[in-house]
C-alpha cells in the first residue's frame, strides 16, 4: 500500500516493558517525524529525523530512542515504558526536500500502559 | 518558543451552514508556515489547508478557505456549505521558516448537525 503506515495500531503493555511502535512510508520522503497526542493538548514532537541516520530531538524526547537505517522506517522505542507514555502516537513525513513543506500522518498507533 | 491558541473547545453549526474557527498564534518571526489540520473520529490527521506567511492571498481549498491576519497574527478557518463528513476535531499549527516541528492548537471539535 503506498502511503505512510504504522504498526500496531493498538497496543497494550506493561510498566517497565521495552515497546518499539513501527512506522513505514513508501514516498521516499526525506523527513519523518514522532508526534504524541494526549487529552487536552495538541500533538506534541517526541523525534524527527532529516534523513537515514540523521535524527534529533523534539520537544517531548524523554524515554523515548529512535533510529533511521532506512530512509522508508523510522521506529520508536520505549526503553522501559512508564504510564504517562499512554499516548496515541502519530509518525509523519514530509512530501518534499524542505523541512518546511506539508507533513503527512500515518493512521496512528493508540498505547496503553499498565 | 511560539504558541498557538484555539479559543473555541467546541463548536456547531447546521449542514450547509457556514462556520469559522479562530485561531491565533504567538512569533517573532517574519516568514513561517501555518497549516489547518482535521482529525475524525478515526483520529487520522488529515491536511486540510495550508498558507505560507510571506503570500498574502489566502488560501482556499473547494470549501475551505481561510483568513490569514498577519498583523493579528489571526489565521481562522472557513468552512462553507458543511457537510456532516466535517465533524471532527480541527488543529491549528505553527512552523517557523527555519523550524523543523509543527506547532499544534489544542484544537477545535466541530460537530456538524443535520
Known amino acids: 500500500d503506498a502511503g505512510i503506515t504504522q504498526s500496531p495500531r493498538y497496543k497494550i503493555t506493561e510498566t517497565g516493558r521495552q515497546v518499539t511502535l513501527m512506522c513505514h512510508q513508501t514516498w521516499s520522503h526525506s523527513y519523518m517525524f514522532w508526534y504524541r497526542q494526549d487529552l487536552g493538548h495538541g500533538l506534541r514532537l517526541i523525534y524527527y529525523?532529516?534523513?537515514?541516520?540523521?535524527?534529533d530531538k523534539g520537544e517531548v524526547p524523554d524515554g523515548y530512542v529512535v533510529s533511521r537505517s532506512k530512509t522508508e522506517n523510522f521506529p520508536l522505542t520505549l526503553e522501559s515504558a512508564t504510564r504517562s507514555q499512554t499516548s496515541v502516537y502519530f509518525c509523519?513525513?514530509?512530501?518534499?526536500?524542505?523541512?518546511?513543506?506539508?507533513?503527512?500522518f500515518g493512521p496512528g498507533t493508540r498505547l496503553l500502559v499498565l | 518558543a511560539q504558541t498557538v491558541t484555539q479559543s473555541q473547545p467546541e463548536m456547531s453549526v447546521q449542514e450547509a451552514e457556514t462556520v469559522t474557527l479562530s485561531c491565533t498564534y504567538d512569533?517573532?518571526?517574519?516568514?513561517?508556515?501555518l497549516f489547518w489540520y482535521k482529525q475524525p473520529p478515526s483520529r487520522q490527521m488529515i491536511l486540510v489547508i495550508r498558507?505560507?506567511?510571506?503570500?498574502?492571498q489566502n488560501a482556499t481549498e473547494n470549501r475551505f478557505s481561510v483568513n490569514f491576519q498577519k498583523a493579528a497574527k489571526s489565521f481562522s478557518l472557513k468552512i462553507s456549505d458543511s457537510q456532516l463528513g466535517d465533524t471532527a476535531m480541527y488543529f491549528c499549527?505553527?512552523?517557523?521558516?527555519?523550524?523543523?516541528?509543527?506547532?499544534f492548537g489544542k484544537g477545535t471539535s466541530l460537530l456538524v448537525t443535520p
Open positions: 498558507q505560507e506567511a510571506y503570500k498574502q
Open positions: 499549527a505553527f512552523m517557523k521558516d527555519s523550524g523543523y516541528a509543527l506547532n
Open positions: 512569533t517573532s518571526e517574519s516568514n513561517y508556515y
Open positions: 529525523s532529516a534523513a537515514a541516520d540523521i535524527t
Open positions: 509523519a513525513s514530509t512530501e518534499g526536500l524542505a523541512v518546511q513543506e506539508t507533513q503527512y
